[in-house]
């Protein structure tokens, strides 16, 4: 039971999200060849106050 937890920044719409799920879900069914309803995508939004990259919080580099 492959799951995958993807992260994120917030702000991608539904369809967007559908769209990754089941294109990841597709990856693990052809390339582990494990079944699809045994494989889950989770999604952990974090806001761009609560993600820094090269030491500057991500809503400051807006």
Do not use: Y
Not at 4 to 23: H, I, M, N, P, Y
Not at 34 to 44: I, K, L
Not at 48 to 58: C, T, V
Request: charged share 25%; glycine share 8%.
């Amino acid at each position: 039971m492959p799951h995958v937890t993807v992260q994120l920044l917030a702000g991608r719409t539904v369809d967007q999200k559908r769209a990754c799920a089941e294109a990841i879900t597709q990856a693990i069914v052809e390339h582990l060849n494990a079944p699809r309803g045994g494989t889950s995508v989770v999604f952990h939004e974090i806001d761009r106050d609560d993600w820094a990259s090269g030491g500057q919080l991500m809503s400051d580099s807006d």
